[in-house]
């Protein structure tokens, strides 16, 4: 059965220090997501993507973060600038069509730590 | 706005009990419920949902959840829990309108099933 991949599985970092998370969506669907989960609270949505640009994207999505497609597998989530409260689990998702109607598949997420 | 509630942190069942993990929601118009199930160190695993028609919607591993619409509640439900089940449930919702329906979280509710 086709699965969300994510790499790495554990990222550690200094505070100031840019890091990029990658994942394969499936590989027929057409809409991505980024959402992260900080330890003990809810899961927020940061980010989707369709046709090569941001749809739709949350008020924690700022200036440091920055997603891109840069070949025809693997959608990545980039931090410019890394802050302690940056540190969560960060999960991709993918599904063939508009959320809702279509499920959403996730990945087994990156647990980013920002020292 | 949006919202979804999971009132319970935990629920404990005996093995072989029927279990019931409960979620409601608040949402203008029709929604579109979730419910995944995060397994220690794993990602967020898609087990049903409901988009119309029968309120009863079946899903994985003997899984089922009843929407109800006056109430505004999709409590996930078990016949028969096995200690397997042991885990993080999360209902989540995605609004019938707009244009790309991100999904909204409930905290979590942590099932421990005990032998």
């Known amino acids: 059965e086709p699965e969300v991949t994510q790499t790495p599985s554990h990222q550690v970092t200094q505070m100031g220090q840019e890091v990029i998370l990658r994942c394969v969506p499936i590989s027929n669907h057409l809409y991505f997501y980024w959402y992260r989960q900080i330890l003990g609270q809810k899961v927020e949505f940061l980010v989707s993507f369709y046709n090569n640009e941001i749809s739709e994207k949350s008020e924690i999505f700022d200036d440091q973060f920055s997603v891109e497609r840069p070949d025809g597998s693997n959608f990545t989530l980039k931090i410019r600038s890394t802050k302690l409260e940056d540190s969560a689990m960060y999960f991709c998702?993918?599904?063939?069509?508009?959320?809702?109607?279509?499920?959403?598949?996730f990945g087994p997420g990156t647990r980013l730590t920002v020292l | 706005a949006q919202s979804v509630a999971q009132p319970e942190d935990q629920v404990n069942v005996a093995e072989g009990n029927p279990l019931t993990v409960k979620c409601t929601y608040s949402v203008s118009g029709n929604p579109y419920l979730f419910w995944y199930v995060q397994y220690p160190n794993r990602g967020l695993q898609f087990l049903l949902k409901?988009?119309?028609?029968d309120n009863l919607v079946k899903g994985s591993y003997g899984f089922e959840a009843e929407f109800n619409k006056s109430q505004t509640s999709f409590h996930l439900k078990k016949p028969s829990a096995l200690v397997s089940d042991s885990a993080l449930y999360f209902c989540a919702v995605g609004p019938n309108a707009g244009n790309n329906r991100k999904l909204i979280w409930g905290l979590g509710t942590s099932l421990a099933v005990n032998p």
């Open positions: 409901y988009i119309t028609g």
């Open positions: 998702a993918s599904s063939e069509g508009l959320a809702g109607r279509h499920t959403q598949y």
